[in-house]
Nanobody, 121 residues
Framework: QVQLVESGGGLVQPGGSLRLSCAAS????????MGWYRQPPGKQRELVAT???????NYANSVKGRFTISRDNAKNTVYLQMNSLKPEDTAVYYC???????????????WGQGTQVTVSS
């Protein structure tokens, strides 16, 4: 069993900052790319940022220059530092990881349960 557990969401005023964390645990052989997605109210889930095991990053245009994704491979954890938050960043944020649970299985995508981020004055 693999679990992804997110933390760090909450209510913040426009212009503020939050840091999300997501720790993977369980039977893990190797973690490949990790990422953050979000689902705004009434909309579909969308990509926020991804990071490879080697540290290469990719961001949605809407968050470039404001959000930073990072990871600690020793802790199987991915982070999302969110600065200059806007009301349109309000969403449920989900972490995702591509994981192999043994050396002879293919990788599968795993998701966290989601954490609410609300940007409002």
């Amino acid at each position: 069993q693999v679990q992804l557990v997110e933390s760090g969401g909450g209510l913040v005023q426009p212009g503020g900052s939050l840091r999300l964390s997501c720790a993977a645990s369980g039977s893990i052989f190797r973690i490949y790319a990790m990422g953050w997605y979000r689902q705004p109210p009434g909309k579909q889930r969308e990509l926020v940022a991804t990071i490879t095991s080697g540290g290469n990053t990719n961001y949605a245009n809407s968050v470039k220059g404001r959000f930073t994704i990072s990871r600690d491979n020793a802790k199987n954890t991915v982070y999302l530092q969110m600065n200059s938050l806007k009301p349109e960043d309000t969403a449920v944020y989900y972490c995702q990881a591509s994981i192999r649970i043994t050396g002879w299985t293919t990788r599968d995508d795993y998701w966290g349960q989601g954490t609410q981020v609300t940007v409002s004055s």
